[in-house]
Structure formats: C-alpha cells, structure tokens
C-alpha cells in the first residue's frame, strides 16, 4: 500500500509547488539563454562593426596613399589598443601598425572574399583580441597591387562587460526562482486553504446533528461543483439514515400495542382454563397480529420506494378502467359501512405509468374515503381532463377535517381521532401513496371544498396518437 513517505508527489500541496518551482525555473532559465544570447549577439556586433569600420578606413587611407599612423593615432607606437597588418597575394607582410612593434597580426583562418572575415586572436601585447581581415588595394609606385587589410582590437573589456552581464543575470535568475519558489507556496497554500475548510466542515459531518451545507457564498467557484455533488451524497445518506431511525421508531411504535394485546389475552386465557376465554385469546392475537403485518408490509414499502429500492415499470393504461376496478374492489366495503361509491362519467384518457402503482395509490385514497366517510353519505371517484392533461379526483364528506389538518394527511401513523379510526386501518395508507406518487412523477393534493376533502392526484399526460 503506498504511503506519504513512500510517494510524496501524491500530495497536491506537493505536486503543485513542485510543478509551479520547475515550470517558473524553467521559464527563467530560458529567459537566461535568451537574454545572454541577445546580449552576447549585440555585444560583439558592435564591436565587429566597430572593426569594420576602422578596417575601411585604413583600406581608404591605403588606397589614397597617405600613411595611416599619421592620420589614426590609436596605431601608433604607444597605443597598443588597435593594431593592423597588411599582407599581399602571397601572404608576405606589407605594412603593420607601428603599435605591433616588431610582432605582425595572426594571419586570418582563410583568405576574405568580399565579404570581411572576423576572427579571434592574441594581440602583439599579449592580450585577448578580435581582427576583421578584408580585401583592399594599395598604391605602390608598381601600381595598384591586391592586399589583405587586417585590423585588431583588444576584447578584454568586452569579455569582462560580458562576464558581468552573465553574473548579474544569474544572480537575478538564482534570486528570482527563490522568490517564485517562496511565491509558489505562498501562494498554493493560499489557494488551498479553500478546499482544507472544506474538508474540515466535511469531519464535522455527524449522523447525530443536522446536516449543514457544504455549499455557500464562501466558497469559491471552483469548489461550488464538489461541494454540490457532496451535499446532494450527504443527503441522500442522511436520508437513509433518517429512513432508517423513522422504520424502527415506527415499528417500534406500532408493534407495541399488538404486542401488549397479544400476551395480555395469552396470560389471561392461561389462567383462566376455559376453552371459551382461549377460542377468543386466539382470536384477538390473530387480530394483532394481522395488524402487526400490515404495519410491517406498510413501512417494508414506504422504505423500498423512498431509498429507490423498487423502480416504477411504466406500460399504457386506460385511467377510467382502473378506477372503475377499484370502484369495485371496494363493493364490499361500502356496502359494509352503508357509503355509495359514485364515479361521474369522464372521457377515456390513456396515459402511461406504472399499473400496479398506480392502482396501489387509488386503492389507498378509496379505502381511506371510504372509511372515513360517515355512514350513509357518498365518496365521489371521477377523472377531471383538459386538452392538455387529467387529474383522478377523490372526494369523500370529512366533517371532523379542518384546514390546519390538511398538511399532516400521508403522515406516519396521524390519525384526527385514534379512538374512533377503524382498527383494521394501518395508518400507512395515505403516507404510502404520497410516497408512490412521487415515483411516479404525480402530484397528490388534498384541500376542503364546502365540508369535503378532495384527493387530487396528477397530472396525467395523454398518451401520444400513433
């Protein structure tokens, strides 16, 4: 497994420093070259045009026949600064400058065309020089004879301004990567610290405390993605948490009282030994326990559709034939409780959503106006259509209903009056197709209208002709 120690580039404090010191000292580095180069190039460019022209002066003042010293004071004898020599066709020496003394120029590498001929050499005097040889002519009393002119002067100085150019460029390359190794860390500490706050927020996260959220107006933009994407994972693991905590409260919470029911017939029918008192033990137990499955089956499912567990599988479906099914699926029912069952006509309207969902959330909103409803009275199941959409309406008389109730209706377990609820309700009904509607994309609504409460659950697209 690798380590800090065994792979400290893996840092990105580390990786950056490193890769802003390198790239910043290598530009610099560059920067040496080409300034150096540059300097060098302009440097000795003057003084070979300096040369150059010294060299045509002298070759002017041959061609004129006058003497050179004479006219140029820096070749006589106690110049020792600019030296020439003259040569013929067959290299034998001419003239020299009196400041050569007894001592002649180096000869060129090769003998100039017409273009000059610069090279490198050792003065008379002993000292670093630099000479220009190019083609001239002289006036002799045989006439005009082709000769090489060659000129030289001193590059000492020049080679001690060089020097310090190149150590005052290195010096001020050597001190301005320290400083962009020192701006470098400065500056990716800095930038880093953004992104440590961050995580230092984020170990503060604990299951036991709200979550907060990461993303802010603190934040710099470059973080606001990672701080999203962690808060919407932060949720959604809070979420489960939560799911969790709420699925055991409430089986905790539901299974109490079947339970206590339970042993307390049990115990009684043990101490009483009648056959009779056991027959209604058994009975009551069975009861409890049939309510104990139902709350069961009713949060196993609340939790499977809210964590995503179960996805809706959508096919074509006709909405008036499913509620005119569950209109019947729940004959018995209402006539049990003397409540009719009315479903005004509406027009066919195919749609496409999940069946077995979709008649799970009418079964519920059925059950549940049906049973509320008062003895005698009526619940109302019709499709309300546009050009556009349909919305299935539920309405069922709900005397005991205020408005303040309307936001608790799909809570866990909420019942208005407990005492007067029917005792095979599992209180999950509702809370159940809340949850489904939002799998299926829908919209479930509940409101007052004149004593009723209305169940508004869609809106259902129509299904594309064709």
């Known amino acids: ?66 003497h050179v010293d004479a006219l140029m004071p820096e070749f006589r004898a106690r110049g020792h600064t600019d030296f020439f020599t003259i040569w013929d066709e067959h290299g034998a020496v001419l003239l020299r400058s009196a400041s050569s003394g007894e001592r002649t120029l180096a000869a060129p590498p090769q003998a100039p065309t017409t273009a000059p001929l610069y090279y490198d050499l050792a003065l008379p005097d002993g000292h670093r020089g630099r000479a220009v ?26 080679d001690a301004l060089e020097r310090r150019v190149h150590l005052s460029l290195l010096v001020a390359i050597v001190l301005a990567s320290l400083g962009a190794a020192a701006l470098a860390i ?53 979420g489960a948490i939560e799911r969790e905590r709420r699925f055991a409260c409430d089986v905790a919470h539901e299974l109490r009282t079947p339970l206590a029911e339970i042993r307390t017939s049990v115990e009684l029918a043990r101490r009483s030994g009648d056959d009779a008192r056991a027959a209604c033990a058994l009975t009551i137990s069975l009861s409890a326990v049939e309510r104990m499955q139902r709350s069961v089956d009713g949060l196993l499912a609340l939790t499977r559709y809210e964590s995503g567990q179960a996805e809706p599988q959508v096919e074509p479906l006709e909405l008036g034939a499913l509620l005119d099914a569950q209109r019947d699926a729940l004959a018995h029912l209402a006539a049990t409780r003397a409540v009719r069952i009315e479903q005004p006509s509406a027009p066919e309207w195919w749609t496409q959503s999940d069946p077995a969902l979709l008649e799970r959330i009418l079964a519920n909103l059925l059950q549940n106006a049906v049973e509320y409803a008062p003895p005698g009275s009526r619940v109302a199941c019709g499709l309300a259509a546009d050009a556009h959409a349909a919305w299935i309406e539920v309405r069922n008389p709900a005397p005991d209903l205020t408005v303040a109730d309307l936001p608790r209706l799909g809570e866990r377990f909420w019942r208005k009056r407990p005492e007067h609820d029917p005792t095979e309700h599992g209180g999950l009904g509702l809370a ?31 299904l594309p002709e064709g």
């Open 1 to 66: 497994m690798w380590s800090a120690e065994r792979a400290p580039l893996r840092s990105i404090r580390r990786r950056l420093i490193v890769a802003l010191v390198g790239g910043l000292g290598s530009l610099l580095t560059l920067v040496f070259v080409l300034l150096d180069h540059t300097l060098d190039h302009h440097l000795y460019a003057r003084l070979d045009a300096q040369l150059l022209d010294r060299a045509r002066a002298v070759s002017a003042l041959l061609g004129s026949g006058r």
């Open 133 to 158: 040889a190019l083609r001239s002519a002289l006036d002799a009393s045989g006439g005009v004879r082709p000769v090489t002119v060659a000129v030289a002067i001193e590059r000492e100085d020049v």
């Open 186 to 238: 400065v500056v990716v500490n800095r930038g880093l610290r953004p992104l440590l706050r961050l995580g230092t927020r984020v170990a503060l996260l604990s299951p036991e405390q709200a979550h907060a959220p990461l993303l802010d107006a603190t934040l710099p933009p470059e973080l606001a993605p990672l701080a999203g994407a962690l808060d919407r994972a932060f949720e959604r693991l809070y």
């Open 432 to 462: 159940l197709a809340r949850t489904l509607a939002r799998v299926l994309g829908l919209d479930l609504q509940f409101h007052l209208d004149r004593g009723e409460l209305v169940a508004r659950l869609g809106p259902f697209a129509a």
